[in-house]
Structures are given as C-alpha cells and as structure tokens.
C-alpha cells in the first residue's frame, strides 16, 4: 500500500499565497523528500488545529504502511499546532485528544479529505464519506478497524442443526441464545468470532445478530424493512470501520453506516431517516445450561455456514485474555474494571449497567429503571442473565424456572420470553445485553451503575 507509480502529484500551497489546506495535508505522503518537508514547514507556520484531524488520519496511515514521513513527525507537528502533548504513545493520545476537543472543528473539506486517505484502505470506503451525507456522529472519530469492507464476513441464513447432532461444544461453550415464537436456536462465539454479524429468521421473523468482539456486546434486532427494497427486511454486514472501539455495521440496501448499540443510522443516506432497529430478548449463555433449558434448540452447524473457516480458536483469545483495549477510546470511567461483563438496559430512556458477577451471586434482582419495575434472574454458574417487567410485583427464587410472588404466594414460571403465574396472568421479557464496561461507557456516558444491596 502507498503512493508509488499512482502519479501522487500535489502542489504545495506557501503560506502568505493563499490560505493553508488539505492539499498540503496530503502533501505530507508525497514520494519526494522536498515536497513533504516544505509542506510541514507550510503547515506548522500555519498554527492551524482545524487541521489536527486530518494529520492524524495520515498518521495511522503511516503506521499502517510504514511510508517514509514517520509517526513522531507528525505528532510533533500537531504538537505545535495545538500547543499540547500526549505522551509516548501519539497513535493513541492524538485519537484521546480529538475525541476529547470536539469545540476544534476540523476545517472545511475534511469528509473528502478523510475519504482520499480511506479509499486507499480499501476503495469501497469511499462509499461512507461522502461530503452531501449527514453524519450523527463525529467523522474525525472514526477510524479504521484493520479489515476491508467485509472482511468480517457476515453469516446470511446459515445451516443449523439439533442439539443432539453437534459435536463440536463442550457444556462451558459460550454462546448466544435466541428464542423467538416458539423457537429456540443457539449462536456459538467459537462461530461468531470471525464472523461478527448473523442476518437470520427465527420463529418466521427476520432478525439481524450485531457482534462486537472488541467491546464484548452481541446485540440482537427485529428486522427492519426498507421501502427501497419494497418492504424487505434490512440486511447488515461488518463495514470494516469503527467508533469508539465499537464496530459501525452499514446495511446492504443504501450502505448507510449503524451504531452497534443503538441500532441507529448514524451516516449516510439513512442518518435523517428517524429509524431505530427494535432490540429483541437475547441471552449470553453456555451451551450446557441453554441446551439444559432448550433441549429442542437448534445450533450453527460448523460445516454450514458458508465460509470454510477453523472454529477451534478463537482469533480474539489473547484480546479476551487481556485488560487492554486494542483500539484507542478518549471516553472512559474507571468506576468499573476496562473489560468487566455488565448486563445493560436502556428504559424510559434511561441507560444502566448491572455488573454480572454482582447479578450472579444475587441470582434475583428487583430493581426500577426509570418508571418500569423489573427483576433480573442471574444463574449462577454460567451467568446467563434474563429481565422481565414485574408490574411491582415482587418475586422469591424457587429455581432457575421457578418464582413465587410473595404475597400472596403465587407460583410464577420462568419461560424465555416471559414470566407465567399459576392462574395464567403473564410478564414479558426486557430486552438487554452484554457488553464490556468501556464499550458501554462510551455510549452511555451518563449510564447508571447498579450495586450491590443488603439482604435484610
């Protein structure tokens, strides 16, 4: 990857001419010695921060090709344009400090200057910045995850098979547990690791399963239908870009880009759309205790899913392993551990963090989101959270299927996707996920954290 042979020909503007620009940006990936360094002379003379973002765009490029102009040059530069430091480690502080200003708007022209950079990582970028588009989220916070457009193969309606035909889990497996009218089906991490994203139906309804290995949240939404693609459900696929550490997904049919999280259009010809995926009931599980609960459950079959992919190792484990993150993320709490798992709700508006091993050793928690009452029931073994609405109800742990209403005593049975009492009155489920702390934080800054309460 670089410049050579492409015919990269820049005229570097002198200050006092004209005003200082983009064009000397890219001047600084010039082949020729002379061209780049009068246009770092250009650019420091020029004291301009709206620039910032856009040499640091160029600054992971370099990393990335190891072209000539190195990463201290231009974190040297940026240092003199803003007057600030960042410490040894420019590739992440530079991302920390934007991210940290956003009143340093960068200077106009900046989307088709970060798409000139982009298009060289991949020509299919070129699709998300276009300068006519609406972005909801900052563009100069968007970086590149490593992987062209699609590099992480989405799974299209993959084959599954029974329980019992499976020879690939062990009981401790984790896995993403999905029951949806009457169907149960379990999506393996071994198998969504390098895969990221699963467009299925389940129980007759189209769904899309949204993974983020890097902030550790799987996401499960109801199909959406698009009127460009007369009435079809959207399908999404990985666009090979982040934000904040979170993959942004783009749908196939206006590859508009998507929050992860929020299941919202955040760039493109959707962003203005006012649309909003609706979130559906899924469950981290093992597969012992998911299979246990669903013996009639169905499972991704390894040997079907399209791509002839090794699903003994996951290509995440030594990131899983460690505490660090591998992408820089200016937006952060230290109110719980980097990676710790949480279960997360947004209700009434209102975002909060439940620590899971916090909900493990309860195993039942009642609480009140905004104005909905609801209870988490936590096994304890594997962790597996589920919420339901309790209508201020309040419920005593039998076993993991098993309330009783206290007062007046009545029998309650847990079901996947409700609450069912003795006398046929029924709770729906609250749909949640998991996520890693930072990756949650980054989102819901203003997010509550549950904690740990006295038994009297």
Same mark, same amino acid.
């Given at each position: 990857?670089?410049?050579?042979?492409?015919?990269?020909?820049?005229?570097?503007?002198?200050?006092?001419?004209?005003?200082?620009?983009?064009? !000397? $940006?890219?001047?600084?990936?010039?082949?020729?010695? =002379?061209?780049?360094?009068?246009?770092?002379? %250009?650019?420091?003379?020029?004291?301009?921060?709206?620039? %910032?973002?856009?040499?640091?765009?160029?600054?992971?490029? !370099?990393?990335?090709?190891?072209?000539? &102009?190195?990463?201290?040059?231009?974190?040297?530069?940026?240092?003199?344009?803003? @007057?600030?430091?960042?410490?040894?480690?420019?590739?992440?502080?530079?991302?920390?400090?934007?991210?940290?200003?956003?009143?340093?708007?960068?200077?106009?022209?900046?989307?088709?200057?970060?798409?000139?950079?982009?298009?060289?990582?991949?020509?299919?970028?070129?699709?998300?910045? !276009?300068?006519?588009?609406?972005?909801?989220?900052? /563009?100069? =916070?968007?970086?590149?995850?490593? %992987?062209?457009?699609?590099?992480?193969?989405?799974?299209?309606?993959?084959?599954?098979?029974?329980?019992?035909?499976?020879?690939?889990?062990?009981?401790?497996?984790?896995?993403?547990?999905?029951?949806?009218?009457?169907?149960?089906?379990?999506?393996?991490?071994?198998?969504?690791?390098?895969?990221?994203?699963? !467009?299925? $139906? +389940?129980?007759?309804? /189209?769904?899309?399963?949204?993974?983020?290995? &890097?902030?550790?949240?799987?996401?499960?939404?109801?199909?959406?239908?698009?009127?460009?693609?007369?009435?079809?459900?959207?399908?999404?696929?990985?666009?090979?870009?982040?934000?904040?550490?979170?993959?942004?997904?783009?749908?196939?049919?206006?590859?508009?880009?998507?929050?992860?999280?929020? @299941? *919202?259009?955040?760039?493109?010809?959707?962003? *203005?759309?006012?649309?909003?995926? *609706?979130?559906?009931?899924?469950? %981290?599980?093992?597969?012992?205790?998911?299979?246990?609960?669903?013996?009639?459950?169905?499972?991704?079959?390894?040997?079907?899913?399209?791509?002839?992919?090794?699903?003994? +190792?996951?290509?995440?484990?030594?990131?899983?392993?460690?505490?660090?993150?591998?992408? /820089?993320?200016?937006?952060?709490?230290?109110?719980?551990?980097?990676?710790?798992?949480?279960?997360?709700?947004?209700?009434? @508006?209102?975002?909060?963090?439940?620590?899971?091993?916090?909900?493990? =050793?309860?195993?039942?928690?009642?609480?009140?989101?905004?104005? $909905?009452?609801?209870?988490?029931?936590?096994?304890?073994?594997?962790?597996?959270?589920?919420?339901?609405?309790?209508?201020?109800?309040?419920?005593?742990?039998v076993s993991d299927t098993e309330l009783r209403e206290e007062p007046?005593?009545?029998?309650?049975?847990?079901?996947?996707?409700?609450?069912?009492?003795?006398?046929?009155?029924?709770?729906?489920?609250?749909?949640?996920?998991?996520?890693?702390?930072?990756?949650?934080?980054?989102?819901?800054?203003?997010? =509550?954290?549950?904690?740990?309460?006295?038994?009297?």
């Amino acid at each position: 990857m670089g410049f050579a042979g492409v015919g990269f020909m820049v005229a570097v503007v002198t200050l006092g001419q004209t005003e200082v620009g983009w064009d !000397n $940006v890219k001047a600084l990936l010039s082949d020729d010695k =002379e061209t780049r360094e009068e246009a770092m002379d %250009v650019l420091e003379a020029s004291g301009d921060p709206s620039l %910032v973002a856009g040499i640091n765009d160029l600054m992971y490029y !370099n990393f990335v090709t190891r072209n000539t &102009l190195g990463a201290s040059k231009l974190s040297t530069l940026m240092e003199s344009l803003t @007057g600030e430091e960042v410490g040894d480690n420019p590739r992440d502080g530079w991302v920390e400090w934007i991210g940290r200003h956003e009143e340093v708007a960068p200077k106009k022209g900046y989307l088709a200057f970060k798409r000139w950079v982009f298009e060289r990582y991949d020509p299919a970028f070129r699709g998300y910045f !276009n300068p006519r588009f609406t972005f909801r989220i900052r /563009p100069e =916070e968007i970086e590149w995850g490593g %992987v062209p457009k699609d590099g992480i193969p989405a799974l299209d309606q993959p084959g599954f098979i029974g329980a019992a035909e499976q020879d690939y889990l062990d009981d401790d497996d984790r896995v993403f547990g999905v029951y949806l009218n009457g169907v149960a089906k379990a999506y393996p991490h071994i198998i969504m690791d390098p895969h990221e994203m699963c !467009n299925d $139906v +389940v129980g007759g309804e /189209p769904v899309s399963l949204s993974y983020c290995t &890097l902030c550790g949240s799987g996401v499960l939404y109801r199909g959406a239908h698009s009127s460009r693609e007369r009435g079809k459900p959207f399908t999404f696929g990985s666009s090979g870009l982040l934000y904040r550490s979170n993959k942004l997904m783009y749908d196939r049919p206006t590859n508009s880009l998507w929050n992860n999280l929020t @299941g *919202e259009p955040v760039a493109g010809r959707l962003a *203005e759309s006012g649309i909003k995926l *609706e979130l559906a009931p899924l469950v %981290v599980s093992t597969w012992g205790e998911w299979k246990k609960r669903h013996p009639e459950t169905l499972v991704l079959d390894r040997e079907n899913t399209g791509f002839a992919r090794d699903y003994e +190792v996951s290509p995440y484990a030594d990131y899983f392993a460690s505490d660090k993150t591998m992408f /820089p993320v200016w937006l952060r709490s230290e109110a719980l551990a980097t990676k710790q798992r949480v279960f997360t709700l947004v209700l009434s @508006g209102r975002p909060k963090a439940y620590p899971v091993d916090i909900l493990k =050793e309860e195993r039942i928690t009642h609480d009140t989101l905004g104005s $909905v009452d609801i209870v988490l029931l936590t096994n304890a073994q594997s962790g597996a959270v589920r919420a339901y609405k309790t209508k201020a109800r309040h419920f005593v742990l039998v076993s993991d299927t098993e309330l009783r209403e206290e007062p007046p005593g009545i029998q309650w049975t847990v079901h996947e996707d409700r609450l069912e009492s003795e006398d046929g009155s029924e709770l729906e489920r609250v749909a949640g996920h998991d996520a890693f702390w930072f990756g949650w934080y980054a989102f819901y800054p203003s997010t =509550e954290i549950y904690e740990k309460r006295e038994r009297p």
